[in-house]
């Protein structure tokens, strides 16, 4: 998050993308540090996916991603 932020900063938009599973905490640092940037969260887990779920996954979010980095109300 604090890589987003020092992006934001520049003028240059950023979307952080995690699992699912660290919403909560990524509200929690977001209200800890004042700072909430735009994120997606993907199905949890990662790491054990293969390359075709990988891609299945990354399919199902690019809409989202772009969506962020494109609002107004940043």
């Known amino acids: 998050m604090h890589d987003i932020a020092d992006l934001e900063r520049r003028g240059v938009p950023g979307v952080y993308v995690a699992s699912a599973v660290f919403e909560h905490a990524a509200d929690a640092q977001g209200s800890a ?3 909430h940037p735009g994120r997606v969260f993907v199905p949890h887990p990662i790491q054990d996916r293969t390359d075709d779920e990988m891609s299945r ?3 199902d979010s690019v809409d989202s991603i772009v969506a962020q980095l494109m609002a107004t109300d940043r």
């Open 33 to 35: 540090i004042g700072f």
């Open 57 to 59: 996954i990354a399919s």
